[in-house]
């Protein structure tokens, strides 16, 4: 059975969130959530998060062991952009770009139900 879990708008860029999301894939859910309190990092954090809600829906709405859990699919995916202007050069006006990311958990406990 498939468990998921989905974190929208989050305030970061989705190119420095999917190195993480990288990492944490194909673990066991609990490894990862280990493996994600030592990397010190605001993505880290954020995946996190996510993964612990993750779980928390796998054990309270399917009665599912976390202990059996494995991520099968950490996907950043982008967000809106909200665009800004800074004060540049001789009065002009610089381009900023914020972006945002949706982050997206599934996990599995390996049975196909």
Same mark, same amino acid.
């Given at each position: 059975?498939?468990?998921?879990?989905?974190?929208?708008?989050?305030?970061?860029?989705?190119?420095?969130?999917?190195? *993480?999301?990288? *990492? *944490?894939?194909?673990?066991?859910? &609990?490894?990862?959530?280990?493996?994600? &309190?030592?990397?010190?990092?605001?993505?880290?954090?954020?995946?996190?998060?996510?993964?612990?809600?993750? *779980?928390?829906?796998?054990?309270?709405?399917?009665?599912?062991?976390?202990?059996?859990?494995?991520?099968?699919?950490?996907?950043?995916?982008?967000?809106?952009?909200?665009?800004?202007?800074?004060?540049? &050069?001789?009065?002009?006006?610089?381009?900023?770009?914020?972006?945002? &990311?949706?982050?997206?958990?599934?996990?599995?406990?390996?049975?196909?139900?």
């Amino acid at each position: 059975m498939e468990v998921q879990a989905l974190t929208r708008y989050a305030r970061m860029s989705p190119k420095k969130m999917r190195d *993480i999301s990288r *990492i *944490i894939q194909g673990r066991k859910a &609990a490894e990862a959530a280990d493996y994600l &309190a030592l990397i010190p990092r605001k993505s880290a954090r954020l995946i996190a998060k996510t993964l612990r809600s993750a *779980i928390a829906n796998a054990e309270n709405n399917n009665n599912l062991s976390a202990d059996a859990l494995t991520v099968k699919l950490a996907l950043i995916e982008n967000g809106p952009v909200l665009k800004r202007f800074k004060a540049g &050069a001789r009065g002009s006006a610089m381009p900023r770009r914020k972006k945002m &990311a949706h982050i997206r958990i599934v996990l599995t406990d390996g049975n196909s139900n």
